[in-house]
């Protein structure tokens, strides 16, 4: 009988947690490597960066309400577009993601990526978006020659 309620319980518990997206769960995560947080404008913006070689090797950014740090907006950045192949590039499908030379300046969070593709290419990429009070510009990507 221990038995059966203890296999129970996985199967609900594993049911339960498989039921959110990797862009629905809190994510407090061992696969955090690094993250920041500042203030910009009236409220808080936070960044995470998840090893590239964890199940979620994104990018993520929050916008918090200062003093309670309530969720105001949450934006993972996954994958990037690449103009020069017109192709959008999936951090999970890559063979190596790095994100690097993350800085806020003027509500501008800037960051340069190197991309390992499958085919043995590297592509190297200079990244910004917007902080605005309560959400995000569109992510505007070009290639590093």
């Known amino acids: 009988m221990k038995q059966l309620i203890t296999f129970i319980c996985m199967v609900f518990t594993f049911s339960c947690t498989e039921a959110l997206s990797n862009d629905d769960k809190p994510y407090v995560s061992l696969d955090v490597i690094e993250m920041s947080v500042e203030r910009v404008n009236d409220n808080l913006f936070r960044w995470l960066k998840f090893h590239p070689d964890s199940e979620f090797p994104c990018l993520r950014l929050e916008i918090l309400e200062a003093g309670s740090n309530?969720?105001?907006?949450?934006?993972?950045?996954?994958?990037?577009?690449?103009e020069a192949l017109k192709v959008t590039h999936d951090f999970k499908k890559l063979s190596f993601v790095d994100i690097y030379n993350l800085s806020t300046d003027m509500q501008t969070l800037k960051f340069d990526l190197e991309l390992s593709l499958l085919?043995?290419?590297?592509?190297?990429?200079?990244?910004f978006i917007k902080i605005e009070n309560t959400d995000f510009s569109p992510l505007n990507c070009h290639r590093l020659e």
């Not at 969720?71 to 993972?76: A, G, P, Q, V």
């Not at 085919?119 to 990244?127: D, H, R, T």
């Open 119 to 127: 085919s043995q290419n590297v592509v190297n990429m200079s990244c």
């Open 70 to 82: 309530a969720l105001i907006k949450r934006k993972n950045i996954c994958n990037v577009y690449d």
